[in-house]
């Protein structure tokens, strides 16, 4: 009987240990450690310019489309103030050539026409006869050089009257149009870039978040490129770890993990599998053991939920996965 008791109270201290650990939750889970990070992005200035005003301060929440700063554009506005004259003038000039002559100045050219042909039927009538009178002695040879001379006159002032009516009816050739039209666009094109230019002075969110970084001030001289701030997405935070070869058929993608960090250590955070690494990398220098630093692991990044802002970037975190 003593020695039955005997070997239960083995078994039952045997048991004691098995049974605490079934207590935690993350029986058959995949344990790694890692460091949490957020998603950053760096808000750049898209135009050099000195930063005129800036709206936000570290720890500012952003939200896509928010104003964060304005650069001057002052030099900008009075240039695109002068691109739009230029666009008006040759918007005018090609309205112009498309439109044609005017109805009055084509009624005018068919005056003058109408002008120089009795002007020319007159005097060549008056050569006729100049030519009769001269082959008869009647006229002297100055007498008939004036008639001649006139009757040349007449004739041209008709053909320039015919030419410049032709060309207030035809008042444009199609390629004079086309130049006009190219000119109209490239003045347009023009404007439309000083006025992006403009736009791009407004420093605007393009994710929503906080601003974890401002590493310039108002009155600064900024270039294409230079951060103006630094917005973090701090709701939902990365974590990568490491598994073994033999842990990587276990780990799922978008499968469900468990977060816990040391400040709250009773309290887990909901994660998932976003990224499972396919090449094989050594074990990452932070692992110091002799043993771990020879193995071969595969990246694996989980996405935690971070919905209550308890989470930091930064803070060492230990992951389940299932």
């Not at 060549?124 to 006869?129: G, I, M, Q």
Request: net charge negative.
């Amino acid at each position: 009987m003593k020695k039955k008791l005997y070997l239960g109270a083995i078994i039952l201290a045997l048991a004691v240990p098995t049974l605490s650990g079934c207590g935690n939750g993350h029986d058959g889970a995949i344990d790694a450690s890692g460091t949490l990070e957020a998603v950053e992005v760096n808000v750049s200035a898209k135009v050099p310019g000195q930063l005129e005003q800036l709206f936000v301060q570290e720890g500012s929440t952003a939200r896509v489309g928010d104003t964060l700063a304005i650069l001057d554009h002052s030099t900008q506005e009075l240039q695109w103030k002068q691109a739009q004259a230029g666009v008006e003038l040759a918007d005018a000039q090609y309205r112009l050539l498309l439109n044609g002559a005017r109805s009055e100045d084509i009624q005018q050219g068919e005056d003058m026409l109408k002008q120089a042909q009795s002007s020319f039927t007159n005097v060549s009538d008056d050569y006729s006869r100049m030519k009769d009178l001269y082959a008869s002695h009647s006229i002297s040879q100055k007498q008939y050089d004036d008639a001649e001379s006139r009757f040349t006159i007449a004739q041209a002032q008709l053909s320039s009257a015919k030419e410049n009516l032709r060309k207030l009816r035809n008042f444009a050739r199609p390629e004079d149009i086309a130049a006009a039209k190219a000119r109209l666009d490239q003045s347009k094109a023009n404007a439309d870039l000083l006025q992006k230019q403009i736009n791009d002075s407004y420093v605007v969110a393009p994710v929503s978040g906080i601003v974890t970084q401002k590493p310039v001030e108002v009155g600064e001289l900024v270039n294409t490129g230079t951060t103006v701030v630094t917005i973090s997405n701090l709701e939902k935070l990365n974590l990568m770890i490491y598994v073994s070869e033999e842990e990587l058929g276990k780990v799922k993608l978008n499968g469900s993990a468990d977060v816990v960090i040391d400040t709250y250590p009773n309290k887990t955070f909901p994660a998932r599998v976003i990224y499972i690494s396919p090449i094989a990398e050594f074990t990452p220098k932070n692992i110091q053991t002799k043993e771990d630093r020879t193995k071969l692991v595969f990246g694996v990044k989980l996405e935690v939920d971070n919905k209550e802002g308890s989470l930091k970037a930064g803070m060492p975190a230990d992951a389940y996965v299932h």
